[in-house]
């Protein structure tokens, strides 16, 4: 990917030039002859008065191609679209696929928005209304109008060359959706099912009846997973009366993952790994809040050694172990929480007694292994079994309730509808802290009279 990258920026360089020098010629057929999302990322990265030259040498349909083709947030595009007229950005958007341009719409101010839907034709206008206000993060959030719709009387021929007439219009040709006169969804029959039949046979012989179709109002996540399951190449989207709207590409579900899997890992993490670009200041004001919150649940654990300071000083030596304890059983939680929320993303739902013994069991092999290693590590360092063996147990109990704690609060949250990433590392080891803490004092006190003795 770097070498990729470090082409684009050389044929950035290059084609710029070619502007610079005025050879308009050449560059608009050197940039047409690179891949769409080169193209883009060029376009993005000219300076803006270089793209302002571009702009009058590329046609509508060739800046529309470019701007469906930024993989920049929507308010990024919509500010290289303030470089133009708004009639000539309006031009531009209407040439684009709907999904998009309601991506960039649903970015701009109530102002800017009414503009560009004032300079559309009304139907257009009107069907982008109604797909920005659907919820972020569902399938009408990500659906596009440009699709291909046969009558279900046709025949193989006659559908094969709608295909020819209609393709550059549709988003994808893959599948064409076959919808009746009253506008539902009948079936669906794919491009390879036309190519591998005989033009006479009427298309109803071909149809595929049983439809996968998503709503409106499902969530992005679940598409997801159906288009994952199925390897579905687009997703048909319907209403609850069965009216065909619109459907969902792979592209936009590619995105999908990108981001569900950036929102599990920011979660983990505690902080948004999306946001790398910002200031000094700006990423700390992100961070500062769950460090806070973690800092007051930290001083629970500063408190509950506090409550122990009488055992500390009677036996010095157990402070030595305890970040040992706390950071073993955090680790563990915090595996224990990452396989948690990878299941729920997923989909894998187990019965909550299935996910108790598991955890449980897990928890104890590992507390078993490491706490018998700690054990004879101590026992042999400090010539003193009584305290290996506090430390064992105390090793073993913290791993199995760490464990067990980083599976059910994850799911816990998620049966009330709170994201289970919110979970994060930092928060289920900041929680181990305190519970291993609670362990190993309580333990360390059964045992002190037998430590006591030993020295």
């Known amino acids: 990917m770097d070498e990729i990258r470090e082409e684009i920026e050389n044929q950035t360089t290059q084609l710029a030039d070619l502007v610079a020098n005025q050879r308009l010629v050449e560059f608009k057929e050197a940039f047409l002859e690179l891949h769409s999302y080169e193209q883009a990322q060029i376009y993005y990265d000219l300076a803006p008065e270089t793209r302002h030259v571009v702009i009058g040498i590329l046609t509508d349909d060739e800046l529309a191609e470019v701007f469906d083709a930024l993989e920049e947030e929507p308010a990024a595009i919509s500010e290289l679209l303030e470089e133009m007229s ?45 797909l920005i206000e659907y919820d972020d993060e569902t399938a009408g959030a990500l659906l596009a109008t440009e699709y291909l719709a046969i009558d ?52 109803t012989e071909i149809t595929n009846t049983r439809v996968i179709a998503a709503h409106p109002a499902d969530d992005q996540e679940d598409v997801a997973m159906t288009m994952r399951d199925y390897d579905f190449m687009a997703l048909p989207v319907t209403d609850h009366a069965n009216h ?30 999306e946001i790398v670009d ?16 973690l800092l007051f649940l930290g001083m629970s654990t500063a ?72 054990f004879l590590i101590v026992g042999f360092w400090k010539a003193n079994w009584f305290l290996g063996l506090a430390i064992g147990i105390s ?8 464990n067990l704690a980083g599976s059910l609060i994850p799911m816990g949250m998620n049966k009330i509808g709170v994201d289970p990433a ?18 190993y004092f309580s333990i360390a006190q059964i045992f002190l009279s037998n430590f006591v003795n030993q020295h």
């Open 86 to 130: 708004p009639r000539h950005a309006t031009h531009i958007l209407n040439k684009m696929f709907t999904d998009n341009v309601a991506d960039i719409l649903g970015e701009m101010d109530a102002d800017e928005v009414a503009t560009y839907l004032s300079l559309m034709p009304k139907d257009d206008a009107n069907e982008l209304r109604q």
């Open 152 to 203: 279900p009387n046709y025949t193989v021929g006659e559908a094969m060359q709608y295909v020819k007439k209609e393709a550059n219009e549709a988003e994808t040709i893959f599948y064409l959706y076959v919808v009746d006169e009253a506008e539902q969804l009948v079936g669906v029959v794919s491009l390879r099912d036309l190519l591998t039949h005989p033009d006479a046979l009427p298309i």
């Open 244 to 273: 065909m709207i619109g459907i969902i590409t792979i592209d936009d579900i590619v995105d999908v993952i990108d981001e569900e899997a950036a929102s599990d890992y920011s979660g983990l993490a505690g902080v948004d790994v």
């Open 278 to 293: 910002i200031s000094p200041l700006a990423a700390a004001k992100k961070r500062l809040p769950w460090l806070i919150a």
């Open 303 to 374: 408190s509950l050694i506090s409550h122990y300071e009488a055992l500390v000083s009677q036996a010095a030596i157990l402070a030595v172990f305890i970040s040992l304890i706390t950071g073993t059983a955090g680790n563990a939680g915090t595996q224990s929480l990452a396989v948690a929320v990878r299941k729920i993303a997923l989909n894998e739902e187990n019965p909550l007694w299935k996910v108790i013994l598991t955890e449980i069991t897990i928890g104890l092999l590992i507390g078993v292994i490491t706490g018998v290693t700690i």
């Open 395 to 402: 090793m073993m109990a913290a791993i199995t309730v760490a």
């Open 422 to 439: 919110v979970a994060s590392g930092p928060f289920i080891s900041t929680l181990s802290d305190l519970t291993s803490v609670l362990i």
